[in-house]
């Protein structure tokens, strides 16, 4: 990277805490940052609303936002009249019904559609196999994949680029994460990552998401900024 | 494939000639088929419309029809403001602007959100590498390395489905496609194939699309049942 033309990364955005972070990571190691967020029908559709925010605090050098109806498929807790559960110790080897069929490979193909146009070789996303909820498309072994295909898809690749996926994110605790949030300036009283949100966006406190989060700032030995419903 | 039940398919229905024939196909083979048709705010929208009478004719299980607008990233002739060109013959090492970054990533992934929400576990693309225009994405080795990824981006891969990604026009010429297609029933009256069709939806005759379309009919020895512009 010469320090007189930054390289351009592409950041998958979604309003939440991890996405923030990894933005503020791509920041801090010198990449123009263009921001991607994608508004799938999920139930907690403030999510859009926050990553604005996020994007406006992070002064990205652009950022959009591509809907596209992901309850037109349901198969989720996420986009279907399927109840999102409370928090459950649930093994790593179930997978929870707030998993959207194929989320995070849809994201980093949009993504990467946009990457390209760019010229941006370089793609983020707050993917997390530690405290996460057992999602498959959080997985190294994902992600590689994903990064392989990339090369293979695109005219880019076929021409001599390589895309790399990053993910800074993935073997890091939810402590860790905000610690290193924290460490950069990230401001967590703009993000949300309640699964299931009031109408006024107050999160629940206590779906998976909610749990791993107030557990992350506990053992951080910081407190959360946002909102809980009582 | 028990009698009793047929295995379920996730068709991509694009309202051209190919993905018809690969639809019919597919049914010959005794899938019950499921049509994804993606509407990325392409230039030729009217493809669309011919993807709902395709549908029709085929009386499929189901069909569907996603919209996300590409042309917020742009990059490519057919969702920016970059002109069509006329049909060159281009080495197969030069890709046309024509190419829509990351397009058959994009769509196949949805096709595959879709197919895991169905526990359908063959998805059906009418790829070709041969009267292709060099698109990269069109290659075997990227639909190998997409239906690799499947089953490690999933849920139902991790419980060890298998998904296939099906490709049945891939080494075919686009005399075959079509003689293929008419001894299945195909009416390619129903389908469209020009990538800048005038206002009232008449194919413009000379796009790189069109020339191969015209040629295909020309080499089977039929008539193509569509009108094109004077």
């Not at 801090?28 to 921001?35: H, K, L, R, T």
């Not at 790593?92 to 019904?97: D, M």
């Not at 073997?171 to 109408?199: F, R």
Request: proline share 4%; with cysteine; charged share 20%.
């Amino acid at each position: 990277m010469t320090s007189e033309s930054p390289k351009k990364a592409v950041i998958l955005l979604s309003g939440g805490l991890d996405s923030y972070t990894t933005a503020a990571i791509a920041q801090s190691q010198g990449f123009d940052c263009y921001g991607l967020t994608i508004g799938y029908g999920q139930r907690h559709n403030i999510e859009l609303d926050c990553a604005n925010k996020v994007a406006a605090r992070l002064d990205l050098q652009d950022h959009k936002t591509i809907k596209l109806d992901l309850r037109l498929f349901g198969g989720s807790a996420l986009t279907d009249e399927i109840d999102v559960p409370d928090f459950e110790d649930h093994s790593e080897a179930e997978i929870p019904v707030t998993y959207v069929p194929a989320r995070n490979t849809i994201m980093l193909s949009l993504a990467l559609g946009w990457a390209e146009v760019l010229e941006a070789f370089d793609i983020f996303i707050g993917a997390n196999a530690v405290d996460y909820s057992g999602y498959p498309d959080c997985r190294p072994a994902f992600i590689q994949a994903f990064e392989s295909l990339s090369n293979l898809a695109t005219k880019a690749g076929v021409e001599g680029s390589k895309f790399t996926i990053h993910t800074p994110l993935i073997d890091l605790t939810k402590a860790e994460i905000i610690q290193k949030g924290l460490d950069l300036g990230v401001d967590y009283s703009l993000t949300h990552s309640c699964y299931n949100p009031d109408k006024n966006g107050v999160a629940c406190g206590h779906c998976d998401s909610c749990i791993l989060r107030l557990k992350g700032f506990e053992q951080a030995g910081v407190s959360d900024p946002i909102t809980y419903a009582a």
